[in-house]
């Protein structure tokens, strides 16, 4: 029998457990089975979401031969999760989307259709293609499609799969709710998704994936790639695992607040690495873009699979938490990070008995506020996740940095009523492990002001004005964060 244990006695037997004299095999906290899953607000897209998203690989995507996946679909509809994750990269996931949603009468156009039941849930998928029309050399556009296939082509590949005959026909009433650019990675990416974003062309010989999918998104034709005006997403948004840098650039640049939506990596061994917690998902949360979380397991490698992509079924993990590392604190860990609304998961093995069912006991771990873990708890949970291959587990995401400087310091000279003053401006560094508090501006050797830290939300630099006290004078701006640490920009003179 799995008896319930409170939050606090796990914390303070977990801290015991970290000098070897306790471990609990499947230790579970409260109780299994959920009558009426949490939701939270999915950021400005308005979206009520569960706090557990059912992800769209492990057994959906790599199912072994034992496993039927349109079952673990189901049981997730049927135990009252609403938010669901697949891909046009994730082999047959779609597809078994398609199979579960017939089974539960969720297609448009077929006999039974349950379109409030539809309304009820939702739908994301992706794509890993930066181009909607044309290309870009260094880019690449990876899909499963034909060879030659942009965004749209991807689009219409997951309402072809999910809700129509797999070969190009949807019905009429046919939608996901959000539509992803997954995967990004670096600048020249960000470049290439928002290429004629503010002035398309439908001339052009390339059009960047985001100019498209507004279109398709608010039933509009400005780029021509949509033709009848169709209306098939009801938000868009982007995804990254390696790159905080890349993340926040993307989010920068979005003056149209047209990204609605991003997918991160986010679990309890992110602070080990270039972090996500204190960088990109800062910055999204100031944003009000919601936040869904994945690789809360490191894609299994804080298990039994090692730390890289999956390859096959193999590497499906299939059972539930370890001695040493129970799974729920992890959930928690992610679901407790400011600004996440809901954590996609992957399921490897459902089953009857709660014990041994992944879904149930990932369904209960994520029954909790986002305050239900402070600083304290979250530093148990990371102590505990390094147990996991040393903390090396996150291999998709960038190696640890030390704290950044200011980016991009900049000074000019301005002219007032009262006498020239020296405008300094520059942009948000990167924090390391600890967040950024503020900024320290210094003239020679003295500090002469402080500007606080704030998540930069769109291009605009930070800036600081000072009396200008004669030319030639040198100016730096140092980044302190909550640590002490410090990291001073070069020197920019007027």
């Not at 470049?191 to 062309?201: E, N, R, S, V």
Request: with cysteine.
């Amino acid at each position: 029998m799995i008896r319930p244990v409170s939050r606090r006695h796990f914390l303070r037997t977990s801290t015991a457990a970290l000098a070897g004299s306790f471990a609990v095999p499947n230790l579970v906290l409260g109780k299994l089975g959920v009558a009426r899953p949490m939701t939270r607000t999915l950021g400005r897209t308005g979206l009520e979401v569960t706090t557990l998203g059912l992800g769209g690989q492990a057994s959906l995507q790599w199912t072994p031969a034992d496993v039927d996946p349109v079952p673990i679909i189901v049981k997730a509809l049927e135990a009252g999760v609403n938010y669901f994750d697949t891909s046009n990269v994730y082999g047959p996931s779609q597809e078994n989307f398609g199979k579960a949603f017939r089974q539960m009468n969720l297609v448009p156009g077929l006999p039974g259709y349950d379109e409030r039941r539809r309304r009820s849930i939702y739908l994301a998928s992706k794509t890993m293609v930066r181009h909607a029309k044309g290309s870009q050399p260094g880019i690449r556009d990876a899909t499963q499609a034909p060879p030659g296939s942009k965004a749209v082509d991807d689009l219409r590949r997951t309402l072809t799969q999910i809700f129509g005959d797999g070969r190009g026909h949807y019905a009429d009433g046919a939608y996901l709710d959000l539509f992803l650019i997954h995967n990004l990675n670096t600048m020249a990416e960000v470049d290439a998704i928002y290429h004629g974003l503010d002035d398309p062309d439908p001339a052009a010989e390339r059009i960047g994936a985001l100019a498209a999918l507004r279109d398709y998104r608010d039933g509009t034709n400005r780029t021509g790639l949509n033709p009848n005006e169709e209306k098939r997403i009801g938000h868009v948004g982007i995804s990254g695992h390696s790159s905080s840098p890349v993340m926040i650039e993307c989010l920068q640049r979005d003056e149209h607040d047209l990204i609605g939506a991003m997918l991160i990596a986010i679990n309890a061994n992110d602070r080990l690495y270039l972090n996500h917690q204190h960088n990109a998902i800062a910055v999204a949360a100031a944003k009000n873009v919601g936040q869904i979380a994945m690789k809360v397991f490191a894609d299994g490698a804080m298990y039994t699979k090692p730390a890289r992509w999956t390859r096959n079924s193999d590497d499906v993990v299939r059972t539930v938490g370890d001695p040493e590392l129970p799974s729920r604190p992890l959930v928690e860990y992610a679901l407790s990070t400011p600004g996440i609304a809901t954590a996609i998961i992957g399921i490897g093995q459902i089953g009857a008995e709660a014990r041994e069912c992944q879904l149930a006991q990932n369904l209960s771990a994520s029954q909790v506020r986002p305050d239900s873990l402070d600083e304290g708890d979250r530093e148990t949970v990371e102590r505990l996740a390094r147990r996991a291959k040393e903390g090396e587990t996150n291999w998709f995401q960038l190696a640890a940095r030390p704290l950044g400087p200011p980016r991009e310091p900049a000074a000019e000279v301005i002219r007032r009523d009262d006498g020239p003053q020296v405008r300094l401006t520059w942009h948000m560094a990167y924090a390391a492990d600890a967040p950024i508090t503020h900024y320290e501006v210094r003239r020679g050797d003295a500090p002469i002001g402080r500007v606080d830290h704030r998540p930069q939300t769109t291009k605009a630099p930070f800036t600081f004005t000072a009396p200008l006290a004669g030319e030639g004078e040198a100016f730096r701006v140092v980044t302190v964060d909550a640590a002490g640490r410090r990291a001073e920009s070069e020197a920019v003179a007027v």
